[in-house]
């Protein structure tokens, strides 16, 4: 099992930036590929960024090219998005989510197998 806590989000103006962080437990969060989705009220989940178990691929999102930069640090067990440039559309909560051994398929929700709780990032114009 692993689990997956988000934080980083919270109220910032357009134009600027933010870090979100998915921490998860284990030491074998090295042997999972981890996602980010989010999902603003009455619309559906959608995909936003995405990294291979390994690191050497990362998927985004049309809308967030060049906007945001998904990584990985294993050591300490986290995957961050940073999140520049930001829109009042990428107002949404965002989840982060775990895919053992995942390379492809990662814009696909149903593809992972853990899901965080969510952290709200409100942008405003």
């Known amino acids: 099992q692993v689990q997956l806590v988000e934080s980083g989000g919270g109220l910032v103006q357009a134009g600027g930036s933010l870090r979100l962080s998915c921490a998860a437990s284990?030491?074998?969060?090295?042997?999972?590929?981890v996602g980010w989705f989010r999902q603003a009220p009455g619309k559906e989940r959608e995909f936003v960024a995405a990294?291979?178990?390994?690191?050497?691929?990362?998927y985004y999102a049309d809308s967030v090219k060049g906007r945001f930069t998904i990584s990985r640090d294993n050591a300490k067990n986290t995957v961050y998005l940073q999140m520049n440039s930001l829109k009042p559309e990428d107002t949404a909560a965002y989840y982060c989510?775990?895919?053992?051994?995942?390379?492809?398929?990662?814009?696909?929700?149903?593809?992972?197998?853990?899901w965080g709780q969510g952290t709200q990032v409100t942008v405003s114009s």
């Open positions: 989510a775990a895919d053992l051994w995942g390379v492809y398929g990662l814009r696909t929700p149903t593809e992972y197998d853990y």
């Open positions: 284990g030491r074998t969060f090295s042997s999972y590929a």
């Open positions: 990294i291979s178990w390994r690191g050497d691929n990362t």
